[in-house]
């Protein structure tokens, strides 16, 4: 995204506002951008306060919207193996324009497995990719905290298909096993799915402890 890129967010909505910022910044793909903003803004109608933990986070892009979307999350951290360099100036645009976001977004360089979280924690991943996302799926659960997953990437040879890929595409088979063990586990499902133009990849997880 760049400024010619402008004449395309000119509402005065929220999407729009943040759409311009990034555009000044100059280095975000417009696709991430869209791809964000679906995941944040329909998990926080679901899910409202809590610490957020964007994991696979890349420009932790995800964990700033959940905090501009709800300000009674206090705080947010984004965590990935390898931040870009220009993460930081997307937290840092994001935060001039928004200064109550000053502070309140970490984003950390380790993987995940070091994470620890919480109950309360909201736990997110946009496009974590093949059995990522059923790593964060298992975090999430080990601690009873809410989560939200877009999947990406899945390979039949490394994740569960549950058996059903003989009536089932690989891939859909793939992300109803993972459903289905949420369920298994004690969880409330809800599937969403975000507009395809914006990526194939596109059915949306959710999952909430029953308790």
Not at 56 to 76: E, I, K, N, R, W
Not at 92 to 101: H, I
Request: net charge positive.
């Amino acid at each position: 995204m760049s400024a010619r890129d402008l004449p395309r967010f000119t509402d005065d909505t929220l999407f729009h506002r943040v759409a311009r910022v990034l555009c000044e910044a100059h280095c975000l793909p417009r696709k991430e951008l869209f791809e964000a903003w679906e995941v944040a803004r329909r998990a926080r109608r679901r899910f409202r306060g809590g610490r957020v933990v964007e994991l696979a986070c890349g420009h932790g892009l995800v964990a700033h919207l959940m905090l501009l979307l709800d300000d009674t999350s206090a705080t947010a951290v984004a965590i990935d193996r390898r931040i870009p360099k220009s993460a930081a100036l997307v937290a840092a645009v994001l935060t001039a324009e928004w200064p109550r976001l000053a502070g309140r977004v970490a984003l950390v360089e380790r993987t995940i497995d070091d994470v620890a979280l919480d109950a309360s924690d909201v736990v997110v991943s946009a496009h974590a990719c093949g059995v990522l996302t059923d790593r964060v799926l298992d975090m999430a659960v080990g601690v009873s905290a809410r989560v939200v997953v877009l999947p990406c990437c899945h390979t039949v040879s490394h994740s569960d298909a549950g058996g059903l890929e003989g009536w089932l595409d690989p891939a859909l088979a793939i992300d109803v096993t993972r459903a289905a063990h949420l369920r298994a586990r004690g969880y409330r499902v809800h599937t969403q799915r975000i507009p395809e133009s914006i990526t194939p990849k596109n059915r949306l997880l959710f999952g909430e402890p029953r308790a």
